[in-house]
């Protein structure tokens, strides 16, 4: 099985801010990795897959990089609609998630 | 529209079977691989299992390997979920997600609403 770790758990940033969230895996996942968004209340909304192509309909201030171990998603200037919950998963081999980073309002 | 929408949610107590249900509409079902994702209250998100177009792959996540079975019905754009031998820590909401692939599990572009399942006696 392979482990997503994902830090910090809490990510506190100011609106118009850069957010950098970051993501490790146990063992390399080459670039098979995508992000997802949750706010509450709501499923997960698909925001990047290959480690960096945003998905349709994904403002361009969503970035993502990496490959192998290390990942990063990055959001250039935070708009109040961005403070959610983030999740990375890898599907080099059977899916499994990090365990998330909370994006919150500083 | 892609839909997903998930039913069989309810309250079971330890021990005892219960069967999720899907229902997709607005894309052809048989052409993508189905999964169930978990999310216990309060918690992250755990891949339960997935089932490529033709049933021809299944996978489980350890924790529920040996209790629960997924499956899926193209001719009624449907997919399932028996679990067997529930305990409190399946109690979750279960989401059905679409994956981009056909025939291998990759990473999902829709999901379901969720329904949500409670064992507790």
């Known amino acids: 099985e392979i482990v997503m770790t994902q830090s910090p758990a809490t990510l506190s940033v100011s609106p118009g801010e850069r957010a950098t969230l970051s993501c490790r895996a146990s063992?390399?996942?080459?670039?098979?990795l995508a992000w997802f968004q949750q706010k509450p209340g709501q499923a997960p909304r698909l925001l990047i897959y290959?480690?960096?192509t945003r998905a349709t309909g994904i403002p361009a201030r969503f970035s993502g990089s990496g490959s192998g171990t290390e990942f990063t998603l990055t959001i250039s200037s935070l708009q109040s609609e961005d403070f959610a919950v983030y999740y990375c998963?890898?599907?080099?081999?059977?899916?499994?998630f990090g365990q998330g980073t909370r994006l919150e309002i500083k | 529209e892609v839909q997903l929408v998930e039913s069989g949610g309810g309250l079971v107590q330890p021990g005892r079977s219960l069967r999720l249900s899907c229902a997709a509409s607005?894309?052809?079902?048989?052409?993508?691989?189905m999964h169930w994702v978990r999310q216990r209250p309060g918690k992250g998100l755990e891949w339960v299992s997935g089932?490529?177009?033709?049933?021809?792959?299944?996978g489980y996540a350890d924790s529920v390997k040996g209790r629960f079975t997924i499956s899926r019905d193209n001719a009624k754009n449907s997919l399932y979920l028996q679990m067997n031998s529930l305990g409190p820590e399946d109690t979750a909401f279960y989401y059905c997600?679409?994956?981009?692939?056909?025939?291998?599990?990759?990473?999902?572009?829709?999901w379901g609403q969720g329904t949500l399942v409670t064992v507790s006696s």
């Open positions: 997600a679409r994956d981009i692939s056909p025939s291998a599990f990759y990473y999902f572009d829709y």
């Open positions: 607005g894309f052809t079902f048989d052409e993508y691989a």
């Open positions: 089932i490529t177009w033709n049933s021809g792959i299944m």
């Open positions: 063992q390399s996942v080459s670039n098979n």
């Open positions: 290959g480690a960096s």
């Open positions: 998963q890898q599907y080099n081999n059977w899916p499994s």
